[in-house]
């Protein structure tokens, strides 16, 4: 059982700002039900201005977090769109590498880059949910598919298997103190869905948010994120694609289909879609853009041999299980459960 719990600010410093104290209130409670001691690091709660100008700073954070021998489990508030910015401070002279400590690390969105920084120090984490968005929400309690997966990483440290959602909830319109207590509409889900390939494989998860994996590539919204993801050989090599399943999700931006595309096309020039053993797909926010989606994968990827699955409850979209990365696992769509192998 995890007793420690740290909370960073590895993107977005929204947490300290005065209209999403309620939500923080509401989060820090949750946890404290469980019985865990929750740690706001330094500066998670200095406010979205210090965050942005500071990324040393929340640098220091992650580090200090992994150096605690008191901390279990490292909870990432929320994403953002500038993690990137602490590559120098946690690559440059091998910090990370010398302060990483075995600890539960879990977040999903723009924490992307953070778990390819921690898959290159050898570190295994967990993908899928955040503090904010998830602990924090809004309703009278989580939502019990997302809890459910919560509560297993907090009491067993890891993920045994993953079944999918009976249901999906549309995205929180408000998210004032007036949204407290309020549920949002919910649509009976269908399963995971085999797109084509064998309904059968295996392999360890790597991946997560495609807007941030197409943002390593292109500096479309920050110049300077290729070129330091590129300098600190953040994307993993070919041979470490060998085998490995790749897990996407995209983000609230709801990217158009032809920017999904590109995304594909440049994930595509790496030469992943040769190595890798499958594709898990996450259903999009509200299912917009869901069908164009997957018809973009089939087109890019051109190999019907590759087994791709979608309609995962994983990602920004809502309830949301918890993916562990770096983690043997085996698919069967047609027993429609993910299993991971796990030491007992």
Request: a negative charge; aromatic letters at 10%.
């Amino acid at each position: 059982m995890i007793r420690n719990i740290a909370v960073v600010s590895l993107s977005s410093g929204v947490i300290g700002e005065p209209f999403t104290a309620h939500e923080v209130e509401i989060g820090r409670k949750r946890l404290e039900a469980y019985g865990m001691n929750v740690v706001f690091m330094p500066n998670a709660c200095k406010g979205m201005e210090y965050v942005k100008n500071h990324p040393e700073k929340r640098a220091k954070d992650l580090l200090d977090a992994f150096r605690d021998p008191e901390i279990d489990m490292i909870l990432c508030a929320i994403g953002g769109d500038d993690t990137y910015r602490l590559l120098p401070y946690l690559f440059e002279e091998d910090q990370l590498k010398q302060g990483v400590t075995e600890k539960i690390f879990l977040g999903f969105s723009d924490t992307t880059i953070n778990h390819f920084m921690l898959h290159k120090v050898g570190l295994n984490t967990f993908y899928g949910q955040s503090f904010l968005a998830d602990i924090c929400e809004l309703g009278n309690e989580m939502f019990p598919y997302t809890r459910q997966y919560f509560e297993e990483l907090i009491h067993t440290g890891t993920i045994h298997e993953i079944t999918p959602s009976k249901v999906w909830h549309e995205s929180r319109q408000s998210f004032g103190p007036e949204a407290i207590g309020t549920e949002v509409p919910s649509h009976l889900d269908h399963g995971f869905e085999l797109l084509q390939g064998s309904p059968v494989f295996s392999g360890a998860m790597l991946g997560g948010c495609i807007d941030s994996m197409y943002d390593m590539f292109l500096g479309d919204r920050y110049e300077d994120m290729p070129v330091l993801c590129r300098k600190y050989d953040l994307f993993p090599s070919l041979e470490e694609w060998k085998g490995k399943i790749l897990l996407l999700e995209s983000s609230e931006e709801l990217m158009s289909a032809k920017k999904y595309r590109r995304s594909l096309e440049l994930l595509k020039e790496t030469g992943i879609f040769e190595v890798i053993s499958g594709i898990l797909v996450g259903k999009p926010m509200d299912e917009v853009n869901k069908e164009a989606y997957h018809q973009q994968l089939i087109e890019v990827i051109g190999n019907s041999d590759l087994p791709i699955v979608g309609n995962i409850n994983i990602g920004h979209a809502t309830p949301r299980c918890i993916m562990p990365l770096g983690i043997p696992a085996e698919v069967n769509v047609k027993e429609q459960r993910i299993r991971f192998s796990v030491e007992r």
